[in-house]
């Protein structure tokens, strides 16, 4: 009963549009009055302090960090600039040009919403400058975006790390390869669109144009490498390893004299926003979980699931549908912390490994971004295009074949996700 009054109120307060913070918030705090512990509402602030009260959680504020200095000293546009030299000239090239670009920045960036606001602005300008459709711009940019988890340093990998009781490094390692099979299939498809309509071509710059802009462009580049080369070798942790990545960029800033102390002053504000609400629904997710527990729901699912499901790839299918549907409506964050709890006595049962579990699943949430009517990567594209959203949905629409095939691909060939992590770390014992 506990469980069904806390998704019923839940599910409520979402439709009559209640923060998501303060909708988890009230439903736990409304299930544990209905349930009889009126009287130990103290445990409530207790499960929460005792969600946010990990080490491995202080490397979100400073990944965060990172990405929105990215953005502030000016690096999005020289990432772009060196995209465009390498790729440009191909058919469909700035389409092209901006998932490269989508690729680079993500080392930076480790979230979609980050790498649209960071990016979106320049590659829409350059593509409606050079011909192509707002609708079309608008579409590459946010389906472009959905690589940015997948790279290091990922703030979504490292909250399913924290929830899954899983190793950050390898959760970093296990998103490269998902996230090139993403951005080379998009490629392929703008290439397959190049075939059936105009666009417009660029020039291919020479190697001079290519030099100068790969010197800019690499060195914003060195942040995700500081990052994943202090964790596997050991001589940091992910959190330290933030630190320096941090500092990094704002010695790059200092460097190329584009850094203020009034960019410093946003960026820092901005990432205690974003950490503040990340931290809460943690807190109450742990709380939710604690209150699931006590009905033992993920055990009993994970009791009875396995003899109506058999087949371990039907099982993922399930989950990956319902995942997409949820994240029609809510937040992919949300969505791991409510799930994940409830989902990881099943994952271990079917024999599935929880690193290659973590990347299925975050294919099917990050498609949230993408799907109306939530989609707040559509929002923010027709926001910066300046364009209705209908419009862009109708343009991302064909997007969802090559996207549906990657998400397939994950869910049937799990060495796609656990190859690069068993080849540098070994095989999880």
């Known amino acids: 009963m506990i469980a069904i009054g806390l998704f019923t109120a839940f599910i409520v307060l979402l439709a009559i549009r209640v923060p998501i913070t303060a909708a988890i918030g009230v439903a736990v705090a409304g299930a544990l009055i209905t349930s009889g512990f009126t009287g130990q509402l103290w445990i409530l602030p207790m499960k929460v302090l005792e969600g946010v009260s990990n080490s491995s959680l202080l490397a979100i504020p400073f990944f965060i960090f990172a990405g929105n200095l990215m953005n502030s000293v000016g690096m999005t546009e020289r990432i772009f600039n060196l995209a465009n030299a390498l790729v440009g000239h191909f058919r469909a090239g700035l389409a092209q040009v901006n998932v490269l670009a989508s690729v680079l920045l993500a080392g930076g960036t480790g979230a979609a919403v980050a790498d649209i606001a960071g990016l979106g602005a320049v590659e829409i300008k350059a593509m409606r ?7 079309f711009a608008g579409a590459i940019t946010v389906v472009s975006s959905i690589v940015a988890p997948f790279i290091p340093p990922s703030v979504p990998l490292v909250v399913y790390a924290f929830l899954s009781n899983t190793s950050v490094a390898r959760m970093f390692l296990a998103g490269i390869v998902p996230a090139f099979l993403i951005a080379g299939a998009l490629m392929l498809f703008n290439r397959f ?6 666009f417009p071509q660029q ?7 290519i030099w100068g802009h790969a010197i800019t462009g690499a060195a914003a580049l060195m942040a995700p490498g500081i990052i994943m080369i202090g964790i596997l070798t050991g001589t940091t942790t992910a959190s330290e390893a933030g630190v320096l990545a941090c500092s990094y960029i704002i010695l790059l800033g200092i460097i190329f004299r584009s850094i203020s102390w009034k960019a410093v002053w946003e960026a820092t504000t901005e990432t205690m926003l974003i950490t503040s609400m990340i931290m809460i629904i943690i807190g109450f997710a742990n709380s939710m979980g604690w209150l699931l527990a006590i009905e033992q729901i993920p055990q009993t699912l994970a009791a009875s699931i396995p003899d109506l499901v058999e087949s371990t790839l039907f099982f993922l299918v399930v989950v990956m549908a319902s995942v997409l549907i949820l994240g029609c409506f809510i937040d992919g964050v949300t969505i791991k912390l409510l799930l994940v ?8 049962t079917y024999g599935i490994d929880r690193v290659h579990f973590g990347i299925v699943l975050q294919m099917s949430i990050i498609l949230g971004i993408v799907t109306p009517p939530l989609g707040i990567g559509l929002y923010i ?8 959203v209908e419009d862009v949905v109708r343009s991302v629409i064909p997007y969802f074949l090559p996207l549906g095939i990657v998400l397939f691909l994950l869910a049937a060939i799990p060495q796609i996700s656990l190859w690069l992590p068993n080849l540098i770390m070994g095989p999880q014992q």
């Open 381 to 388: 594209v027709s926001r910066i295009a300046a364009i209705p």
């Open 203 to 209: 020039p291919r710059a020479s190697l001079k144009e």
């Open 129 to 135: 400058e050079n011909g192509y459709k707002a609708s």
């Open 341 to 348: 709890p409830i989902l990881l006595p099943l994952v271990d």
């Open 193 to 198: 669109l190049a075939t059936r309509q105009e």
